[in-house]
């Protein structure tokens, strides 16, 4: 029985500490080479428009990258939202130059909270595109971006 009792607290405990994202995508840069035409798009499908959501940005570079941050512009589509880019600045490096990711060798990946508890103003398909907003065309040593939803 208390081997019962303990199976089933593991459980409930190994449930909370799941990955409650709802959606979560990334897209190679071709060439780590992003260009001011590619911009990646990210189709969501949201079933609950009651839910509140944090959208975070996911971006992937190497420890070769010219910068201590990015400029992006965050587009948004969907039936309710006016089609608008946000500017966003999502530091990468502190000032002394250390990177601010998680790295995996030579690769560091940061995630930037873009909007905390978002809603949705309806069910449907919503979509957000990433480009790249830096004075550098193509920008290089980013290896892909992603967008990542987190229903809370």
Known sequence: MNRFLAFIFLLF???SCMDNSSFEENKV??????????IPTFSVKIKDNKAKYDVLISV??????????????????????LDTAYRKEIKLAELDGKWTGKSSGSLYETQYLAKEN???PDTGTYTFSIEQNMRVNPLT???????KLLKK
Do not use: C, P
């Not at 992937?60 to 309710?80: A, M, V, W």
């Open 13 to 15: 405990s190994l449930g």
């Open 60 to 81: 992937r570079h190497t420890n070769q990258y010219d910068f201590s941050n990015l400029f992006i512009l965050l587009h948004e589509k969907g039936k309710g939202l």
């Open 141 to 147: 040593e980013i290896s892909d971006v992603g967008i």
């Open 118 to 120: 978002f809603t949705f």
């Open 29 to 38: 840069i071709a060439n780590r080479s992003w260009d001011y035409a590619q």
